[in-house]
């Protein structure tokens, strides 16, 4: 499942310096794993990270993106492969000796420092100069707003005031890599939201490179360029938000990244540049011929809810007079009203369930369906995604 | 401020009798200690003659500071051990016998003192020390430490593992996150425990005296050995002046191991 990295890699040795200059990647991971005690918590991780790129691990708990991220960190070694940023191998290398920085979950800041202070703490330790150290704090306090509150110590500010030290504190020695480890998980919703948007206007400012681990999906989603889904202490896949959400590597990442629709089928018959595949719960679906050609056995076809459309009656067009869209008959079975999208939920004539999200486009509720209301299902077969179970 | 919930006449009563129960033989010894009369049990009028006489008591004075001694360094030393202990026990990776080095270091705390003084006694004898001041020192090291190591432990228990992890990661080698973070968090805890350890060592009795050696009497021994021989009116001075320091570290350690509480709680509002 993981893009296997060719284990010859050219011209590392040679690019010293900058290598970014020379287009190789900021960050690059090579078969990396860690095993605790019998559980393999990182098993053969490859994966390159190009400078000023905002990077998202997203996973469930438990699936290694937290371990793999303290590797960066330096607080666990790897049993194998290394870890190479701009050529230099840092796999064995203490927290200290690396130049990234990390902001913590919990945020760990010094509670017997004020802010001032926090934020100072890792300049000091660089021998900066005092002088150097004030105009460094004033410019980091500005940077996250926490102007007013330096003399304030930790347990005198509020999560969303402490969030912002810990960035300040993490971004002070200006770390060729900022490793974040679920930095809004304590904030709260309308806050985390307010946050992500600081946030990915910060990174894009300060061109540097963000590698941010969250199980939250959405979160991932909104400010990532790239996300890495973890499963059990692999990559399962390595794509941009919108690739991940229409096009996932497999059943279980499509589950995992939003809603979907999934029937379960088997034959398959070829229909010019469609498939064919009969499922046991929406008969026969007529799906685009996927660009990776699938192999036989079981798959299964899946549909995103808001790609599901309703109609009273079945399309008009050409192209469903003509059998190219999937067209399910059923009764309204659930109504769920969410503001924005309602979604229905769909029980077919032919027995299973199909969950279509419409946009409330208007104020009145003209276009509502009701409960027990018979109603057609239907898409495209290009919004279907033919996934090997 | 909480309101206090106003107790009932019941439980004023309770709480009377109880304090009574614990105090009022305390009580009557420092009144005791101000009585004229040369009689322990009759009344003569207020009189500071038995501080006086105490002050002016040579071979009491020695012991006293012969205590002094003992409790300063004893708790200097154990407070040292018990908190490389306390840290190798809760920082270290899982080495192995781990908890068997817990469970041994914990041991002092139950082991009857007599047991703990005929062994250290033999010890001593079997090493043909001179035993005297080092003797009680070490053996009031060995008693204290583990009560040292109990109150380090249980504040580098609640400390937050990722404080000394976020400053090797600001720059930090080891050595020096331990020095700038942790310790600076957990000297509340230590200082209450050199605390302890002081007061422990200042009125053990029982380990002292199988440690020690003629001309090196500590306070309890000397006083133990007075009363033996019937009870003057200046053991109560002694005594008063001995709660009386007792009360002052006490009050201290508890102080310090309240603000060692109430740091580090980072969710503490305003």
């Not at chain 2, 439980?11 to 009557?28: E, K």
Request: glycine fraction near 8%; aromatic fraction near 6%; include cysteine.
């Amino acid at each position: 499942m993981t893009d296997e990295l060719p284990k010859t890699h050219v011209a590392i040795g040679a690019t010293d310096g900058d290598a970014a200059a020379a287009g190789q990647p900021l960050l690059r991971i090579e078969g990396v794993a860690k095993t605790f005690g019998t559980f393999r918590a990182v098993d053969g991780v490859s994966l390159e990270i190009k400078a000023g790129e905002f990077f998202a691990l997203l996973g469930p708990s438990g699936c290694g993106k937290t371990t793999l991220l303290r590797m960066l960190a330096g607080f666990e070694a790897p049993d194998e492969g290394r870890i190479l940023l701009s050529g230099r191998d840092i796999a064995q290398a203490l927290p200290h000796e690396r130049p990234i920085n990390m902001m913590f979950q919990n945020y760990a800041l010094f509670p017997h420092l004020s802010v001032r202070d926090n934020i100072a703490f890792g300049l000091k330790r660089a021998g900066m100069a005092r002088a150097e150290i004030a105009t460094r704090v004033a410019e980091m306090v500005a940077l996250v707003k926490l102007e007013g509150l330096e003399k304030r110590k930790p347990d005198q500010l509020s999560g969303g005031q402490r969030q912002r030290v810990a960035l300040a504190r993490a971004l002070a020695r200006r770390p060729q890599l900022l490793l974040l480890d679920e930095p809004l998980a304590a904030l709260d919703k309308k806050l985390r939201e307010s946050t992500q948007g600081e946030l990915m206007e910060l990174q894009r400012r300060l061109g540097m490179t963000f590698i941010i681990v969250t199980h939250d999906q959405e979160e991932a989603m909104t400010m990532a360029d790239r996300i890495g889904v973890m499963k059990s202490g692999r990559l399962a896949q390595v794509a941009s938000p919108r690739e991940l959400y229409e096009a996932p590597r497999s059943r279980w990442i499509a589950e995992f990244v939003g809603d979907v629709n999934l029937f379960d089928g088997e034959s398959k018959l070829r229909d010019g540049h469609r498939l064919v595949i009969g499922t046991r719960d929406a008969g026969a679906l007529v799906v685009a011929e996927p660009r990776e050609p699938v192999g036989a056995g079981r798959l299964a076809v899946a549909i995103r809810p808001e790609k599901v459309k309703l109609s009273r009656r079945g399309p008009v067009s050409e192209a469903g007079r003509e059998k190219a869209i999937n067209r399910l008959d059923g009764v309204i079975a659930d109504i769920c009203y969410l503001g924005g999208t309602t979604t229905y939920k769909v029980k077919l004539d032919t027995g299973g369930m199909v969950q279509a999200s419409v946009a409330n486009s208007a104020r009145t509720d003209v276009d509502a369906y009701s409960l027990n209301q018979h109603v057609v299902a239907w898409f495209t077969p290009d919004d279907c995604m033919v996934l090997q179970s | 401020m909480r309101k206090i919930a106003r107790l009932s006449r019941f439980n004023v009563a309770s709480l009377a009798l109880g304090l009574a129960f614990l105090y009022l033989p305390i009580l009557i010894l420092v009144i005791y200690s101000f009585n004229a009369s040369r009689l322990v049990t009759v009344w003569g009028g207020w009189s500071l003659r038995w501080y006086h006489e105490f002050f002016n008591d040579r071979a009491m004075i020695e012991a006293a500071w012969m205590s002094l001694r003992v409790a300063v360094s004893s708790a200097t030393i154990a407070t040292l051990l018990g908190t490389l202990a306390a840290v190798a026990l809760s920082r270290g990776e899982r080495f192995r016998g781990r908890t068997l080095f817990s469970g041994m270091l914990y041991a002092p705390l139950v082991m009857p003192e007599v047991i703990t003084g005929l062994s250290l006694l033999l010890l001593f004898v079997a090493l043909n020390a001179e035993r005297g001041f080092w003797t009680v020192t070490i053996a009031h090291t060995t008693l204290t430490m583990c009560f040292v190591a109990v109150v380090v432990q249980s504040r580098l228990g609640s400390l937050d593992r990722s404080l000394e992890e976020a400053a090797m990661d600001l720059g930090c080698d080891p050595v020096r996150a331990f020095v700038a973070v942790t310790l600076p968090l957990i000297a509340p805890a230590i200082v209450a425990g050199w605390m302890l350890a002081f007061t422990l060592s200042l009125d053990d009795l029982v380990i002292a005296s199988f440690t020690t050696g003629p001309g090196s009497a500590t306070l309890p021994i000397r006083i133990y050995s007075e009363v033996r021989l019937g009870v003057k009116p200046e053991i109560n001075a002694i005594c008063t002046l001995v709660i009386a320091l007792i009360a002052v570290v006490i009050v201290i350690a508890s102080l310090a191991s309240k603000l060692s509480s109430s740091q580090g709680e980072s969710a503490a509002p305003l």
